[in-house]
């Protein structure tokens, strides 16, 4: 059977590890949050020999997962968590690093809220959580094909859109988690580099 492919993975993935390598050189333990088909797990762990990355997602997507760790899984990958941001009990870490994808423009902001609260719980002192996707600035785009993109995953579900990073920063204090790095990245999307106090 095929797996579930996603175009935007393979076109992302270089420019991804480019930024998230060096800042995962002393990391062992990675949560990664929404592995969605794995594709990235599959592709950045080989390369990352000296950590274990840990997949998760909500249940409906761990098919997917497991048919890449099956086909091109490493030892260095673990089979997914079942985590829902809201709902599933987090795991209980500590994780040096939390990893995550292309995630906050499909939640609600209560689940955005909830991802970054877990994230503070389960992430060691001075660990970083990178978080990768399209971000707007005070309620301003940086280019029109986000305000675009923004107008499309609204009309599929008023729930979704691109989240604004000064809003991310007033949710991000709270739970000790502070913007040390924001990245630009092809196509129009930001790499945003999180410190847990």
């Not at 991804?16 to 990235?40: K, M, N, Y």
């Not at 997507?61 to 009990?89: C, K, M, Y």
Request: glycine content about 6%; proline content about 7%; overall charge negative.
């Amino acid at each position: 059977m095929d797996k579930p492919f996603a175009e935007s993975c393979v076109q992302n993935r270089d420019p991804i590890f480019d930024v998230i390598a060096p800042r995962l050189q002393a990391c062992r333990q990675l949560l990664e949050i929404g592995s969605g088909t794995g594709q990235h797990a599959v592709y950045f762990a080989p390369q990352l020999p000296h950590l274990r990355w840990q997949t998760s997602d909500r249940a409906e997507n761990h098919a997917a997962i497991h048919q890449w760790l099956d086909d091109e899984g490493t030892d260095n990958i673990l089979r997914p968590l079942q985590l829902d941001v809201i709902s599933d009990p987090w795991p209980s870490g500590p994780y040096d690093a939390v990893f995550s994808a292309n995630t906050a423009h499909i939640m609600p902001l209560h689940a955005v809220e909830a991802m970054f609260t877990g994230v503070g719980q389960v992430l060691a002192a001075g660990a970083y959580f990178l978080l990768y996707g399209p971000f707007c600035y005070d309620g301003r785009h940086t280019a029109q094909s986000n305000v675009s993109f923004d107008a499309w995953l609204k009309a599929r579900d008023a729930a979704m859109g691109v989240r604004d990073v000064t809003w991310l920063r007033s949710i991000a204090a709270p739970v000790g988690l502070r913007l040390v790095d924001d990245v630009a990245m092809p196509a129009d999307n930001r790499t945003l580099v999180w410190l847990k106090s």
